[in-house]
């Protein structure tokens, strides 16, 4: 009797268990960041209303360029034009009530891990894809072994544009951009607007394309910094960044103020181009940041 009882227990234990296991299980989904490219706005559909095209959004306040921001919900966009950034917008995140940013606005993260790629960067079908950014400090800005503080590996000098290789949010709300190598640097030491060339995917029933190209490519420097024309002949200036009106030559080792700084990426003509004043651009090609 007792090995029956005892049977019978195990049978109702084994049937139970079964039954837990055959149950749907909860897997907690990542908690997502988006992080502005460039500053501009927070944008809404209206009080208590979920946006399913980009027309129907409107700026509200303004959103800082590389602070981090928790997403609640993504809802699918019907893209059709409207104003810029949030033009012909495939996707919006919630980051709070009625309070939005839309997928070529921000990139998109997990948080507490380093990842290479962006989940909103889309391979471009044609020309470059890269992510860049400049440093805007008044000094050099320390390197990190690993997105914390915990070894330093190096410096980087103010105006010196860089490749971002990989990134990371914290649960701290900070942002880390990883130069290379492992060198990692906080991102408030970056100039809040980013050089950047990538697709975000769209859905537009009247153009066949299938993405969107979001480009920036001038940042102004809230720290200007010394640019130093090397060589020992003049340099001519020009009146824009593409070598097409020349304006005033330089002196050799003569030093400027640069307060804008237009990059290309890896496209000619190449860049950084330093602005050094008005409609007087030089090439890096001939500076020193020493």
């Not at 290789?165 to 649960?171: C, D, I, P, V």
Request: charge should be negative; charged fraction near 15%; hydrophobic fraction near 35%.
């Amino acid at each position: 009797m007792k090995k029956l009882l005892r049977f019978l227990s195990i049978s109702a234990l084994l049937v139970g268990l079964s039954l837990i296991l055959q149950q749907p299980q909860t897997v907690k989904a990542e908690t997502m960041v988006a992080i502005p490219v460039e500053d501009s706005s927070f944008v809404t559909a209206g009080k208590g209303v979920t946006p399913t095209k980009a027309t129907q959004l409107q700026p509200t306040g303004p959103v800082y360029g590389l602070s981090a921001w928790k997403i609640q919900a993504t809802v699918p966009l019907t893209a059709y034009a409207g104003p810029k950034p949030w033009e012909r917008a495939s996707s919006a995140y919630e980051i709070g009530p009625d309070t939005w940013l839309v997928n070529g606005q921000v990139l998109v993260i997990p948080q507490g891990k380093v990842v290479t790629t962006p989940i909103n960067f889309q391979t471009k079908k044609y020309g470059n894809n890269y992510v860049a950014g400049i440093v805007d400090n008044n000094g050099p800005v320390a390197l990190w072994g690993s997105p914390n503080y915990t070894q330093q590996v190096g410096t980087v000098k103010p105006g010196s544009v860089w490749t971002i290789t990989h990134y990371y949010a914290g649960t701290d709300g900070s942002v880390w951009f990883d130069l290379g190598d492992n060198q990692w640097i906080p991102a408030f030491y970056f100039n809040n607007n980013l050089f950047f060339e990538f697709d975000t995917p769209y859905n537009n029933p009247n153009i066949d394309s299938d993405y969107d190209t979001p480009v920036n490519v001038i940042a102004k420097l809230q720290h200007p910094f010394v640019v130093t024309v090397h060589g020992d002949d003049t340099k001519q200036a020009w009146e824009s960044s593409d070598y097409m009106y020349a304006t005033m030559t330089l002196n050799p080792n003569s030093q400027w103020l640069c307060y804008s700084v237009n990059y290309f990426g890896n496209i000619i003509p190449k860049g950084p181009w330093y602005e050094l004043g008005p409609k007087t651009w030089l090439p890096a090609s001939y500076d020193s940041l020493d």
